[in-house]
């Protein structure tokens, strides 16, 4: 630990720090200084690579992207290195959650899926590896990219598991608390996806005629 501080006083410090940098819109301040505008105005309106990707604008959905799952990776890294693992668990649930309910949107964000990898592959990249692979496989074989989403972040806890057992407790609860909220966040999808409504990766340009 390198600040002083009490361990409840580090716990609290780390969560607002991870908030605070979790709650960054990437994908509003790509859209606006890309020239692209309001990306809660564009598609679906969430402010995540996917739908800045709606913009036509390859180059933005990338920055968002990486800004949305680095934020959480931060977070991380920076809570572990200055405080304790503890802490860096601590951080990277605060980081989630400033994405998903960001104080400079009023508290509305994202779904949460580029800054969960982030999170997974900063505290456990094992597990954020498999993950990946997860999602890989499913948008491959199923090419429906929130139900690869579901499934990795579903299938995450029991990598950590598998991967390092017990001995992870606080990695554990944080990533089975983001992978239930990415149910939560996900469920007009999941709507969709019972119904047979949800749309396939690249079905919207092939849906364009000629």
Do not use: C, Q
């Amino acid at each position: 630990m390198i600040f002083a501080l009490s361990p409840t006083v580090a716990l609290i410090a780390s969560a607002v720090g991870g908030y605070l940098l979790g709650s960054i819109p990437f994908g509003v301040i790509a859209t606006r200084l890309g020239g692209a505008g309001d990306i809660r105005a564009v598609g679906s309106g969430n402010i995540g690579a996917t739908n800045v990707l709606r913009t036509g604008r390859r180059d933005l959905a990338a920055i968002t992207l990486i800004g949305d799952a680095g934020k959480g990776a931060a977070a991380v890294l920076l809570a572990g290195w200055l405080v304790s693992p503890t802490a860096a668990a601590v951080a990277g649930g605060g980081a989630f959650l400033g994405h998903l309910f960001p104080v400079w949107l009023k508290f509305r964000g994202g779904k949460g899926m580029a800054t969960f990898f982030g999170i997974v592959f900063a505290i456990a990249w094992p597990v954020g590896v498999a993950a990946a692979l997860t999602w890989l496989a499913m948008a491959a074989v199923f090419r429906l990219s929130s139900l690869a989403a579901l499934t990795a972040a579903a299938l995450s806890p029991l990598y950590l598991l598998f991967l390092f057992h017990w001995s992870s407790e606080p990695r554990l609860w944080l990533i089975v608390g983001m992978a239930v909220l990415i149910f939560i966040r996900h469920h007009a999808n999941i709507r969709r996806l019972l119904t047979g409504a949800e749309p396939r990766i690249g079905a919207g340009k092939a849906a364009t005629p000629p």
